[in-house]
């Protein structure tokens, strides 16, 4: 790779970095909590190819030094990741991803005392919150309760439909599922497409197959079909 | 076109250094030009090639590693260039001690103030043994920064609620692996292991222009490792359930050994990977803490990282080594604390 076809590999993934920061794409990929330095890198990647370039075009490209030798042509590589945020921008992951790992809900942090839920009905849960108040208080603020969920669709063992949202730490690869199971009225709406699910606590729990940690279920009232949120991850 | 810009540039010890003929051909910012121009013609297809759900959570997670790693990237190559650039070489002499037994310690425990990603610290500790810090020192600044620096700590303390003993545990035992590591390649390690690549660019014309260019240069070779080592650990992320995971969680010695060989295979970055252990509950806590010890110094992205900065021989030996100190130390201190 010479050095003006470094400089246009380093514009295409500062540029590709910046634009999905720029855009909610990164939220995709990342916590949100990194957008300020991914912006600054992507700003720095740029300066570095225009300094290349500069420096290239002002020397003309003759520095007589290092003659007949190879520039590291492992950057090429380089673009295959500034091509996929560019052109494909892969989604966040879905019930795939779900489908191989166990729920998070292992790792989750258990508060000693759970605080009763806001006023309202019905009140707007996170997956997580639903699932630990559920399995780890035997769901004693969630009774009586009006809950709303919002999550995708991933198929449980059974067949029947599971509530599953991401957790992310750091990034995608690191992604785990929380699931929910679904029981009462039957939501039929394909894999993967995101739903609001209003329900009410059961107190039904099955073992994950993966690692036999427990999924709580909610006895559905109703649902509706949505778009994904803004941020995919919880 | 004339050739004459990639007959100006430096070498690189990893790749073999055969003169550029002086003639006219097509260069790479030709094949640059149309390789993108053919992915634009076809890049409503290219969604569909990969719309497989498999396929396209590999794209998902490659990204995403990558997006992950660029800014531990980019403040680490910086860094580094900073370290090769302007900082002079008496400042080494004076902050680290003499003798190169005590200067391990010393470079082990600097990792503590260095918060970052492993991906940052390999080409630091490249800077480091060009501006002559011994490479025993460096080498265990290379392993103890990603592992136990404040970020990493707090993250393994949250997601270890009410086990504080966790990272106090990891914290230990990484220690313990970098100064052994130091100590063990004042020992065994020789110096023809290790080959950096030449960079004439550093030593001459202006400062300025030295650490543009080595700002480049890092770029593109730790990064295109970076992007091997991301599609490795993209791969088998996707092609590797859990669940084969679990049959193996009963056994005390498997379950230590195949979670070193997950941290070693996924690749997860240090601020991740305790979320991660913690996750994995069916497994004994020592087998967790071997998990959290062997991935921020052993992993597909480190290895292709350092094979790229030191060399193939320095990696060969280097990374089976740290890997058996990792696993030791973590199940000697994890059979100690539980």
New interface residues.
């Given amino acids: 790779?010479?050095?003006?076809?470094?400089?246009?590999?380093?514009v295409l993934?500062g540029g590709a970095?910046l634009r999905?920061s720029l855009t909610d794409v990164?939220l995709?990929?990342?916590k949100e909590s990194?957008r300020p330095?991914?912006i600054?890198?992507?700003l720095?990647?740029l300066a570095?190819?225009a300094?290349?370039l500069y420096?290239?075009l002002r020397s003309g490209?003759?520095?007589?030094?290092?003659?007949?030798?190879?520039?590291?042509?492992?950057?090429?590589?380089?673009?295959?990741?500034a091509?996929?945020?560019l052109?494909?921008a892969?989604?966040?992951?879905?019930?795939?991803?779900a489908g191989?790992?166990?729920t998070?809900l292992?790792?989750a942090?258990?508060e000693s005392e759970f605080s009763p839920l806001p006023p309202g009905d019905p009140v707007p849960l996170s997956l997580m919150e639903y699932a630990t108040r559920a399995v780890f208080d035997q769901g004693r603020t969630l009774d009586g309760r009006e809950l709303r969920l919002t999550g995708f669709i991933s198929p449980a063992p059974d067949g029947r439909p599971m509530l599953t949202r991401m957790t992310v730490?750091?990034?995608?690869?690191?992604g785990?599922p929380i699931k929910v199971g679904l029981s009462g009225m039957a939501v039929d709406a394909p894999v993967d497409t995101w739903v609001h699910v209003i329900g009410v606590y059961s107190s039904r729990v099955e073992p994950d197959?993966?690692?036999?940690?427990d999924v709580p279920y909610l006895e559905v009232t109703s649902w509706q079909q949505t778009t994904a949120p803004r941020r995919p991850y919880e | 076109v004339i050739n004459s810009e990639s007959a100006t540039a430096e070498p690189v010890a990893a790749t073999p250094e055969t003169p550029e003929p002086d003639s006219w051909r097509i260069g790479s910012l030709e094949w640059l030009a149309v390789v993108l121009v053919l992915l634009l013609l076809v890049r409503n297809r290219l969604a569909g090639w990969l719309s497989g759900p498999g396929l396209q959570t590999w794209t998902t997670v490659f990204v995403s590693v990558m997006v992950q790693a660029v800014p531990f990237l980019v403040f680490g190559v910086v860094l580094s260039a900073v370290i090769a650039v302007f900082v002079p070489r008496s400042f080494w002499a004076r902050a680290l001690p003499n003798h190169p037994a005590l200067a391990v310690p010393a470079a082990g425990m600097a990792g503590v103030i260095l918060p970052g990603c492993e991906c940052g610290s390999v080409p630091i500790a490249g800077s480091l043994i060009r501006r002559g810090v011994t490479p025993a020192a460096a080498l265990a600044f290379l392993l103890a920064a990603p592992a136990i620096n404040p970020i990493v700590l707090t993250a393994t303390v949250i997601a270890f609620p009410g086990q504080p003993q966790m990272a106090v545990a990891r914290g230990l035992a990484s220690l313990v692996v970098a100064v052994a590591m130091g100590w063990l390649w004042l020992r065994l390690g020789r110096s023809e292991w290790i080959r950096l690549p030449r960079r004439p660019e550093l030593d001459d014309g202006s400062r300025a222009r030295a650490f543009w260019a080595a700002c480049r240069h890092d770029v593109m070779h730790a990064g295109g490792f970076l992007v091997l080592g991301a599609a490795a650990a993209a791969t088998i992320n996707v092609a590797v359930p859990e669940s084969w995971l679990q049959s193996l969680a009963a056994e005390p010695v498997l379950s230590v050994l195949a979670l070193a060989t997950l941290a070693v295979l996924l690749s997860i970055c240090s601020e991740a990977d305790a979320f991660v252990a913690a996750s994995l509950s069916q497994f004994s806590l020592t087998s967790r803490l071997v998990f959290l010890v062997v991935g921020p110094m052993v992993d597909l992205k480190l290895i292709s990282m350092q094979t790229g900065v030191f060399g193939r021989r320095f990696a060969a030996r280097f990374a089976p080594a740290t890997f058996v100190a990792a696993v030791l130390a973590g199940a000697g201190v994890g059979t100690v604390v539980w």
């Fill in positions: 790779v010479n050095r003006r076809a470094q400089a246009i590999v380093m993934f970095i999905a990164y995709r990929y990342v990194l330095f991914l600054a890198a992507g720095l990647l570095a190819a300094m290349t420096y290239e490209g003759e520095d007589g030094h290092g003659h007949g030798h190879h520039e590291p042509r492992i950057g090429w590589l380089l673009i295959l990741p091509l996929g945020v052109l494909i892969p989604p966040a992951l879905g019930a795939y991803a191989q790992s166990g998070a292992a790792a942090q258990v730490a750091c990034c995608a690869a690191d785990r197959p993966v690692n036999r940690a």
